[in-house]
């Protein structure tokens, strides 16, 4: 299956994958704090063990603590 | 963990530090380097957790924002360099020039002035409204209005508010409510609970640790449609449910430059763990305070929620748990008395603050409200002999032997 995440292209075999997998598997900075969005849709953070990431999706890991433009 | 104070103690943000630290460590620094460039990228575009810029984003503060953020359940935390700051930033990120807010009418003074002194020439109108019944307030929302502001107990009037009937109200025309909690914290009233969109404190009260460093909070529920606040549509296409954290932070937090200090942050996580003690014992001695003020024949009236005789008294039993916060008002003769009952003052300090480990008086009419006509002062609760005393967590002995003598010395 093919995915985008965060704009890069990820190939993964095998069973389906949930988006808690995908956090792992990218080894994602305190997952807690971070959101996820498919094809533009916000996923509810307590869906994120029963939610499948399907082939071609466009994932995007998001956080709103840092970020944004500085000096 | 379902303890506040296990909570406040144990819950946080923190990294596996270097060196094993027990404690976020404060981070007093400006800016961050990353590996790459790409790494760059993702950190300005919010797609890793990555801090760039104190003004935007810090480790410490962050710690704050996700402890509080734990403790309240909240969507998200931003704190801000105070509680003034807090209200001007929702304010500006909710409403623009043309658009109205609705404000309960009794409202701390320095909020009062920013509404009517600073914010009304850009264009914004404020509805001051009677709220402790909530007929006018359906009338008063129209296809302008942007928010509903009101503070748990109002200062230094302390007038309670049915929160949850008012935000019932809110909710119909979808108008999100924004609570200044800063009297009660999270610890005494779960705003949340009570259908409050935006919680806004002044963390420099009871949450700095007593007064330590100046702060403050902006707490988003998470229990309001951003896609359905006018201001917030456009950011609601792209952030769904963060739309409000995601315009603070990419736009608003980061323009006004009203970032909380590292110091502060680190100084208020601390304040934070010792929160629930401090405020049990202020909520304690003000009890008993104002039961003895109202014994005393020199003390015209006294005003706390925590009185039976409090109109507010059953309110706020049920709103914040049993417990009626650290501020009290009473009246003397005249604001000639009240000057006279101040300066005998020995162990009671002479300070505007509020919730401070020490104990602290103050004469609103002559200070916070000295700005304002008499007409104005009238309007906004605050007589000429009326003092406010902000109860501490020293022995209680202690503070009423200094009170009595002041009294004995009228």
Redesign the interface.
């Given at each position: 299956m093919i995915i985008t995440v965060?704009?890069e292209t990820q190939t993964w075999e095998g069973a389906e994958l949930t988006v808690a997998d995908l956090l792992m598997r990218n080894k994602v900075?305190?997952p807690e704090?971070?959101?996820v969005?498919i094809n533009g849709?916000?996923v509810d953070k307590k869906d994120y063990d029963s939610k499948k990431v399907t082939a071609n999706d466009e994932v995007?890991?998001?956080?709103?603590?840092?970020?944004?433009?500085?000096? | 963990m379902k303890g506040f104070s296990s909570r406040a103690i144990h819950s946080g943000s923190m990294k596996k530090d270097a060196h094993g630290a027990l404690r976020m460590p404060l981070y007093e620094n400006v800016a961050f380097e990353f590996e790459n460039a790409r790494a760059i990228q993702f950190a300005f575009e919010g797609r890793s957790l990555g801090h760039s810029y104190t003004r935007i984003s810090n480790p410490t503060v962050e710690d704050l924002e996700q402890r509080v953020r734990l403790l309240t359940d909240a969507r998200g935390v931003v704190a801000v360099s105070s509680g003034m700051a807090a209200i001007t930033e929702v304010v500006l990120v909710l409403a623009e020039a043309g658009a109205n807010i609705i404000s309960h009418k009794y409202l701390f003074g320095n909020t009062y002035s920013l509404f009517e002194h600073t914010l009304k020439p850009w264009g914004l109108a404020v509805n001051y409204l009677d709220l402790t019944e909530t007929q006018s307030l359906e009338k008063a929302i129209n296809e302008k209005t942007r928010a509903i502001f009101l503070e748990s107990i109002t200062n230094p009037q302390l007038q309670v508010l049915d929160i949850e009937r008012i935000a019932k109200v809110a909710a119909a025309a979808n108008i999100p409510v924004v609570l200044d909690g800063t009297v009660t914290t999270p610890y005494l009233f779960r705003s949340r609970d009570f259908g409050v969109a935006i919680e806004v404190l002044s963390s420099t009260k009871y949450m700095s640790g007593g007064a330590t460093t100046v702060g403050g909070l902006i707490i988003d529920n998470g229990n309001q449609d951003w896609g359905k606040c006018p201001r917030l549509q456009q950011a609601a296409q792209k952030y769904g449910p963060y739309a409000l954290l995601a315009h603070l932070r990419r736009e608003v937090h980061r323009n006004l430059g009203a970032c909380m200090a590292p110091h502060n942050a680190y100084q208020q996580s601390l304040g934070l763990e010792t929160l629930a003690l401090r405020i049990d014992r202020s909520c304690e001695n003000t009890l008993a305070v104002a039961r003895f003020l109202t014994e005393r024949r020199e003390v015209k009236t006294v005003n706390y929620p925590g009185l039976e005789a409090s109109p507010y008294h059953r309110l706020a039993k049920d709103q914040f748990g049993g417990k009626f916060g650290g501020i009290l008002t009473f009246t003397l003769t005249d604001q000639k008395e009240c000057f006279k009952f101040i300066d005998s003052l020995a162990l009671v300090r002479r300070a505007t603050n509020i919730n401070d480990n020490k104990t602290l008086i103050l004469h609103p009419a002559s200070t916070i409200f000295c700005e304002y006509t008499e007409e104005e002062k009238k309007a906004l609760g605050v007589p000429s002999n009326m003092l406010r005393l902000a109860v501490g967590i020293e022995d209680l002995d202690d503070i009423i032997d200094d009170l009595k003598q002041g009294l004995e010395a009228l």
């Open positions: 965060n704009g900075d305190k704090m971070v959101s969005q849709n916000f995007d890991f998001l956080y709103f603590v840092g970020g944004g433009k500085a000096s | -």
